[in-house]
C-alpha cells in the first residue's frame, strides 16, 4: 500500500512539471514573439568599397549604419540578425538586395557585421527573424516603409 501510494506521489509529481515545463515554454520570449519571418543561413558583410554607392531603396550605402540587403524582403523592413554561434543580434533596415554570392542569404553592414563578431571570418551561420510590425514598421498594411 505504501509502495502504490508513492508511486502515485511521484507521478502526480511528474505531471505537474511536465504542466509547468510546457506552459513555461509556451510563455517564454520565444513563444510570445510571434515571428512572421524566419531563415537560417549564411551572412556575410560588405563594406569600404560600397560605401558611398546608391542602394537598391534609394538611400547612400553607410557601412556604418545598421543596414543589409537580402533578396527578398521588402525594403524598408527591419529584421533581427542572430549570430548561431554567439547567440549576439543585431537589428538591421534592408535597404538592398543581395547577397549575389551561391549560398549566402543576407548581406550586412561593416557595423552590423562587427556588431554580430564576423568582421575577421567574414562569414556566419545566422537566422533572420522578424515580427509582423518589423517587416510593417510604418503600420501602412503594406510590408517595408513608403
Known sequence: MLAKRRWSVLAVAVALLAVLALSGWKYSERGSKNLAYVETGVASWYGPSFHGRKTASGERYNQNALTAAHKKLPLGSHVTVVNLDTGKKVNVEI????????????????????????????????????????????????????
Not at 110 to 132: M, N, P
Open 95 to 146: 535597404n538592398d538586395r543581395g547577397p549575389y554570392a551561391a549560398g549566402r542569404k543576407i548581406d550586412l553592414s561593416k557595423e552590423a557585421a562587427r556588431r554580430l563578431g564576423i568582421l575577421d571570418d567574414g562569414t556566419s551561420k545566422v537566422r533572420i527573424e522578424a515580427t509582423s510590425q518589423q517587416l510593417d514598421p510604418d503600420g501602412d498594411g503594406k510590408p517595408g516603409t513608403k
